[in-house]
Structure formats: C-alpha cells, structure tokens
C-alpha cells in the first residue's frame, strides 16, 4: 500500500454525467495534485461517511468554500440596487452604500491575498 496523502485543498472538481463520475483533484501543502474518480456508489458511501463526522455541515456551518464559475454585476430595473449574481442562484440586490462598501472590502482583500504566499500547483 502507498503512503497516505494528506489532501488539504480541493483545486478542482468535475461531474461526468455520462459515466456518473465525480473528478476531483486534491492538494497536499507541498503542492502535489492527485485525482480522484469516484462512481455514484462511491459518491453515495462518502456522503455518508462525511455527514456522520463532527464538525461536517449537518452538525455545524463550516462548509467548504464555493469558487463560482460565473458571477454577473448589474441594476435593478425599478429600484435603486446594484445586482450580484454567482452561478445560476438568484441574485442579491445591494444598495449603492452596500455595493460600495462591498467593492473596497473585495479591493483590500484582493491586495491581501496577492501578497500571500500560496503553494504553487502545476
């Protein structure tokens, strides 16, 4: 048997609806990628498996991050709101003070993770 690999980090993940198999690519800290390719039993044990752990979402809010494909930015049609949208949930509408506050928040912390050291993946 290999030596275990400690994943800390989902870099991607991908569904094959014509096999049912889910891809995902997992990180350890040093940088190293390896995929997994899982089949709907698979999927459905590990489901289970992580549902039962302390500390998985059914038993409190910590939740893996969301990294969404696509996000859209626009204005109401008849209120004063500025519209955010990520993927295909509905959308938020911000007042232009929110919005505001919202875009210097996501500047001050765009500059802080670009100066951040993060493992580089290849």
């Known amino acids: ?15 094959n609806k014509e096999t049912s198999r889910l891809e995902i690519a997992l990180a350890d800290p040093a940088g190293s990628v390896r995929t997994l390719s899982l089949g709907p039993d698979a999927i459905a044990a590990l489901v289970e ?16 991050t969301k990294i969404p494909k696509r996000y859209a930015v626009g204005h109401g049609r008849h209120e004063p709101v500025v519209m955010l949208r990520f993927e295909d949930e509905p959308a938020y509408g911000l007042s232009v003070t929110q919005a505001a ?3 210097e928040a996501l ?3 765009a500059e802080a993770v670009s100066d951040t050291m993060y493992c580089m993946l290849q």
Do not use: Q, Y
């Open 101 to 103: 506050a919202l875009g």
């Open 1 to 15: 048997m290999t030596k275990i690999f400690s994943a800390e980090m989902i870099t991607r993940s991908d569904l």
């Open 107 to 109: 500047l001050e912390e």
């Open 49 to 64: 498996i992580v549902a039962g752990l302390p500390g998985s979402p059914s038993h409190a809010n910590n939740h893996i």
